[in-house]
Nanobody, 127 residues
Framework: QLQLVESGGGWAKPGESLRLFCAGSGENLDYYTIGWFRQAPGKEREGVSCIRVFEDSPYYADAVKGRFTISRDNAKKTVALQMDNLRPEDTGIYYC????????????????????WGNGTLVTVSS
């Protein structure tokens, strides 16, 4: 069974950067669309960025477009989320998730209900 593990979370000041990593094991990640979701206390989970394997048009939420970049490293079998120009509202627990590659990036972030999740990594942005 596919298992996902996130890493790279931490604390940053507004305007700084963090880079998150999602590593899969147990199954080939090429069978899945991979996405990053986040949730803050009292708020709904939101799809941040999702990418179908080998797709050149990943999805980005409006709130992060132009600041975050998702990428896949096939050699290392990981999916990264580069987060630049962080804002306090980016604070939350970030989860890596997988869904069958039937979904493209937009479909996963907006309409899918993944049942494979990592345990999350905390990102805190504050002065």
């Amino acid at each position: 069974q596919l298992q996902l593990v996130e890493s790279g979370g931490g604390w940053a000041k507004p305007g700084e950067s963090l880079r998150l990593f999602c590593a899969g094991s147990g199954e080939n990640l090429d069978y899945y669309t991979i996405g990053w979701f986040r949730q803050a206390p009292g708020k709904e989970r939101e799809g941040v960025s999702c990418i179908r394997v080998f797709e050149d048009s990943p999805y980005y939420a409006d709130a992060v477009k132009g600041r975050f970049t998702i990428s896949r490293d096939n050699a290392k079998k990981t999916v990264a989320l580069q987060m630049d120009n962080l804002r306090p509202e980016d604070t939350g627990i970030y989860y890596c998730a997988a869904t069958p590659a039937l979904f493209n990036g937009r479909g996963m972030c907006l309409a899918s209900r993944p049942n494979i999740w990592g345990n999350g990594t905390l990102v805190t942005v504050s002065s």
